[in-house]
Nanobody, 122 residues
Framework: QVQLVESGGGLVQAGGSLRLSCAAS????????MGWFRQAPGKEREFVAV????????HYGDSVKGRFTISRDNAKTTVYLQMNSLKPEDTAVYYC???????????????WGQGTQVTVSS
């Protein structure tokens, strides 16, 4: 069992940056693959990024590749999403998720945070 709490969302102008954090409870954080997803109003949940247990393997969605960076600190049981060159189409609720297996499919994740709103103004 793991509980996830996201933070760091907010309102930013296009071209700006934000860093999201997701703090996990429990002592087994390093046993979980961590993913970031987002969901805009009226749209399906979209894969953003995933990072492996030790952080050596990462994968990004095509729409964020080259602009977003996922990282993790297992000692702090926290995963981060650095978002640069933000665009209005990045506006969404961002969720972190945890699962023992490496996957980019939302349905594959067992644990989810409550989400944090990111709004990018043009």
């Amino acid at each position: 069992q793991v509980q996830l709490v996201e933070s760091g969302g907010g309102l930013v102008q296009a071209g700006g940056s934000l860093r999201l954090s997701c703090a996990a409870s429990g002592r087994t954080f390093s046993s979980y693959v961590m993913g970031w997803f987002r969901q805009a109003p009226g749209k399906e949940r979209e894969f953003v990024a995933v990072i492996s247990w030790s952080g050596t393997r990462k994968h990004y969605g095509d729409s964020v590749k080259g602009r977003f960076t996922i990282s993790r600190d297992n000692a702090k049981t926290t995963v981060y999403l650095q978002m640069n060159s933000l665009k209005p189409e990045d506006t969404a609720v961002y969720y972190c998720a945890a699962d023992p297996q490496f996957t980019i499919a939302a349905r594959g994740y067992d644990y989810w945070g409550q989400g944090t709103q990111v709004t990018v103004s043009s």
